[in-house]
């Protein structure tokens, strides 16, 4: 799905879609909003049911006035027009109430981003704009002025967020991002002390240099292009669970010896199609795509573990909690745990740019999980699905964690027992 080719209007109703399916917003709440070239502000209409949406719901506040469409604009609107009136260079904003967020807004404190270095580039310094009336010029003068001082992301006080972009998927993919991490802080606060990354740490993400050389396919085998479409099913599968956001997750797959197949770097998840995968081959990439900045992880994996068919690197929420904690990651808690996800290493943060091949010993079809922390959960397997069964049981299992200190600390499987477990299914 191409959102630059779409009609404001189509695209309003799609991203509306993804952030209350998303659970980021409820019926009432939210709005979005895009500058049209000619300076017509289309947005989302007043006291419409936002799961129910429809493109003839939309307004037009047009250049000169002029009100279009079958209902009122968003209450909001004063605020729509004031950030861009300071930000001419703003094409979209979008504003919604998700509960993390919130949280973060009533207790007036601001989300750090520099969790993850892909959050802290997604979403670059976070404002903060002080409470006023909703619906004011008051409220519409505090969140500009924020914006006007170069925020992209800003948390509104006793209220929620607002987020502007070049585009309606870049200002959406801010609020998606800051709203994960938001929801990894909540649960890793639990877990105990949380752990950022320096602007030193966070400098190699972007240095990175894992552009392979280019290679002209002469044909795509069979067996590839049923890879493709099990590749995309699964990134998208991985969406619809929260286990990735747009703009967070990684998958490749082996075709042969001499051949893996990588989803590309920047691109929607939730819109990937199979054309958008990058076959890697020799070494080389095909041309005219980029892979994920992790390939050269995938490639040493590949290289050392001729069993493994499969490599997922993603950032659920509960798995992450761990990855950003100090907290240990326990997997004595129910058989299914123990043995999809046996014992999960801790790899130090740097090591996934500085040393892809360590990592890739540290993996294996016996130790199949890994935490990179402050950057990922890493998930290999013998197939697609085994390895998304693995980082699913890896998410439902931190969450459980998580959660059961409510009611009282863990009490693992015995040793006894977990040998027992490890006899049984031949882990050892
Ligand atoms: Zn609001």
């Known amino acids: 799905m191409k959102y630059d080719l779409m009609h404001p209007r189509d695209q309003l109703v799609n991203i509306m879609n993804r ?45 000169d006035g002029r009100i279009e469409g079958p209902h009122r604009p968003s209450s909001e609107y004063p605020f729509h027009r004031a950030i861009y009136a300071q930000r001419p260079d703003l094409q979209a904003i979008v504003h919604a109430h998700p509960p993390a967020l919130v949280s973060f807004s009533i207790a007036r404190e601001i ?5 993850i270095p ?61 709203d994960f991490c938001a929801r990894t802080l909540m649960q890793a606060k639990g877990l105990g002390q949380v752990n950022t990354l320096t602007k030193e740490q966070l400098a190699p993400f972007d240095a990175r240099k894992n552009e392979l050389p280019e290679f002209a396919p002469t044909n795509h085998s069979s067996r590839e292009r049923e890879l493709r479409q099990q590749l995309v099913d699964i990134v998208h599968r991985a969406y619809a669970r929260q286990l990735m956001i747009s703009t967070e997750g990684v998958a ?24 958008d995968l990058v076959l ?37 929420p509960s798995a992450m909690a761990f990855a950003i904690s100090s907290s240990h990651f326990d997997t004595r808690t129910i058989p299914e745990s123990y043995i999809l996800l046996r014992q999960i290493p801790r790899i130090p943060h740097g090591k ?35 390895t998304f069964d693995r980082l699913e049981v890896a998410e439902y299992s931190a969450r459980a964690l998580i959660d059961t200190a409510t009611i009282g600390p863990l009490v693992p499987i015995g040793g006894e027992d977990i040998a027992a477990l490890e006899k049984a299914f031949n882990l050892t």
């Open 19 to 63: 952030i209350y399916h998303g659970g980021m917003t409820t019926l009432s709440g939210g709005n979005l909003s895009i500058k049209d070239e000619n300076g017509d502000i289309w947005i989302t209409p007043a006291a419409v049911d936002k799961g129910k949406l429809s493109p003839q719901d939309i307004m037009c506040v047009c250049e």
């Open 280 to 316: 890697i081959q020799d070494g080389q990439r095909e041309q005219g795509k980029l892979s994920s900045r992790s390939v050269r992880l995938h490639q040493a994996i590949y290289k050392q573990h001729p069993d493994v068919h499969c490599v997922i690197l993603a950032q659920s």
């Open 111 to 115: 989300p750090d981003t520099s969790i």
């Open 252 to 275: 490749s797959t082996r075709v042969d010896e001499r051949s893996f197949l990588i989803t590309p770097t920047g691109l929607d998840r939730r819109n990937l199609g199979v054309e």
């Open 352 to 386: 996934q740019y500085t040393a892809p091949g360590e990592l890739a010993t540290a993996v294996s079809l016996q130790t199949p999980v890994l935490l990179i922390e402050n950057d990922c959960i890493l998930a290999v397997g013998q197939n697609i699905l085994q």
């Open 118 to 178: 892909q959050a802290q580039r997604v979403c670059g310094p976070v404002g903060y704009a002080p409470y006023a009336l909703t619906g004011s010029e008051q409220l519409g003068a505090n969140i500009a002025a924020t914006f006007a001082d170069g925020y992209n992301v800003v948390l509104l006080e006793n209220h929620g967020i607002a987020t502007g972009g070049n585009s309606l998927l870049e200002a959406f993919q801010r609020l998606e991002t800051l």
